[in-house]
């Protein structure tokens, strides 16, 4: 995204302390991707900051501008798949039109530390170095005790069910493209993933591969039961179905139980009737992950999955973790089980720290469903209910009419912005600082006084539009008057996006790009030329 020079953030970016949350570099031309990796994971490891581009590190600072990473969008994305962290981006422009690129890189998870390429990075002065073994143990020691690391005494490598373990193979090898995995033992392949070690079988081995047997006889919590049922009555479910065995041996089938009965519900888009599903099949998938990733396996109790005709309830043995709580499930990560997480992960089935969750609340909003409820949920269970019943269509109309490019950039903050606002609830003090970069994008109006809108164009594509003030249709009416003017006034040499740009410095510019594709539309402007060479005309444009 892009924000308009604004001056007090760009002189809190110069005035502040270089160490564990800022870290300047000048990047004029380039910067190198490998150390850009290194550094953000050094920032989470330290709590978390920001990789400023285009800014001088010695004092006084001053702005240089960079080139570094013409497409940031692409380099955010590569950054979270090396270091498993939420990395966002916002690029600011000074007075002289100098580009300032800022990664801000959230903070590792409680008690795990953050790897680029195997290696811990920390900062030790203006250095990058080795975190520490003190500092690594005192992180693991937040989290408490892994049980799932924890050797189970008694058990053999015969306990565990050689087709769980070829199931783990098979997607490990899918997600690594190692195929040397291929031709492994099957000591080999579970030693290298940390499930068996020289002291014996640990808990994990037995949680995800474990046979009925064995775990009968060693952790007989570690099951799961489905139910399903058509009503609110009680007495016995219609189905029943209870998995006391490894993960792997029954992760597709509680979704193949879910499916089932699942119904399509429909909406109308133009001539098209579209269906969506009940229960989204990776919403599904990544609360049973979720489930069985973080359950306290030191305490008896199965998990349950209940399958309502509109709704699924996840329960799940042991609390929330300290410092956990539905208000902020989203933005603090914290793995109970280490060792499960880790083999979950080199499985492709998790694939970074915190995406499960919110992929969860990204899918339900796009759906136009309930954000996951957890009420019920206290100090020994952990309820989370799904809701699948659409509550309202024209929100799943809304995010359609949103463009591509600007969707996936979205954070999962910007969606529970969107859904916030569309259901006119009010934005939480955390999710406000969203707000200017959905406003540069086009996506929300500031309307005075604090507060925003969805935009007038995503309101009225969804029949809505009469949330938009009249002041804020008067002031965009402005800006588009005074856009054509300028056009006009230039339309023998044309007239640069930037240029229209720096005119409106109220509007963000997706704000600024909508009213130029409007006047498009009508045929009174048109354009030549690619990107940032594009040139607007003033007319109709030549046959």
Known sequence: MRTRYVKDEITELLDAPEGDYCEFKEAKTRYDFEEAVKYCC???????????????????????????????????????????????????????????????????????????????????????????????????EESGHDFSADICVGAKLHDLDIDAVNDFRKRWLEKSGNKKITNMSVEQLLSDCGAITDDGVTNAALILFGTRKALNKHLSQAEVSFEYRSSEAAGPAQQREDFRVGFFTYYDKIWELVDLRNDKQNYQDGLFVLDVLTFNERVIRETLLNAACHRNYQLGGTIFVKQYRERIVFESPGGLPTGISPDNIIHKQYRRNR?????????????????????IYELSIREGKPLPDFTGSDNYFVFITLNGKILDKRLILLFRRIEEEILESFTTDDFLVIDALFYEREVSTVLRSRLKALSNKGVVVHTGHGKYVLSKSLFEAVGKSDIISQKSKEERNAAKELLLKHIKQYKSKGTSFKEMHQILPGFGRGQVQVMLRELRKDLLIYTMGEKSAAKWFYGKAPE
């Open 42 to 140: 050094a920032i989470a490891n330290c709590g978390g900051g920001k990789l400023i581009l285009g800014i001088t590190n010695d004092r006084p600072r001053e702005v240089v501008g960079s080139e570094a990473f013409s497409q940031p969008e692409r380099t955010r994305e590569k950054l979270m798949d090396r270091i498993n962290v939420r990395v966002d981006f916002s690029l600011l422009y000074d007075s002289d039109n100098k580009r300032i690129l800022v990664f801000e890189v959230a903070s590792r998870p409680i008690g795990l530390p953050v790897h680029a390429d195997g290696i811990p990075w920390w900062r030790k002065g203006d250095s990058l170095v080795k975190m520490p073994p003190e500092v690594l143990h005192r992180i693991y």
């Open 339 to 359: 060792l499960i997480a880790d083999i979950l992960a080199l499985s492709g089935l998790i694939e970074r720290s915190g995406q499960g969750m919110d992929l």
